[in-house]
């Protein structure tokens, strides 16, 4: 995503765009394997990639399930929340200086 490039081929929309891997194999798929470039990626409202970079600098998005954020767990507010990721964030800052 720290690749994003502003796209201004459309008037009036503000987007941002980043590649998504390896689009070679889509050439033949598509019936353009004569191409000489080929480019894939996802089209956001620009501010977009900045945000999601952010939230992951934070700590909130994460490939691994929190114990307390599921169906049933407890109801909690975005206060509770980050002051559960500060905690994470302590814990893992403690185990990385003692190491």
């Not at 590649?19 to 394997?33: M, T």
């Not at 114990?67 to 905690?87: F, I, S």
């Amino acid at each position: 995503m720290e690749s994003v490039k502003p796209f201004d081929f459309l008037p009036g929309f503000n987007l941002e765009g980043y590649s998504n891997r390896d689009s070679l194999h889509y050439l033949k798929e598509y019936g353009i394997e004569g191409a000489t470039t080929c480019m894939r990626g996802t089209l956001r409202y620009k501010g977009y990639t900045d945000c999601l970079i952010g939230l992951m600098k934070l700590g909130m998005l994460q490939p691994t399930p929190h114990p307390a954020l599921h169906p049933d767990g407890p109801d909690v507010t975005w206060v509770t929340v980050e002051r559960m990721q500060e905690v994470d964030i302590q814990i893992d800052t403690d185990i990385q200086t003692s190491s």
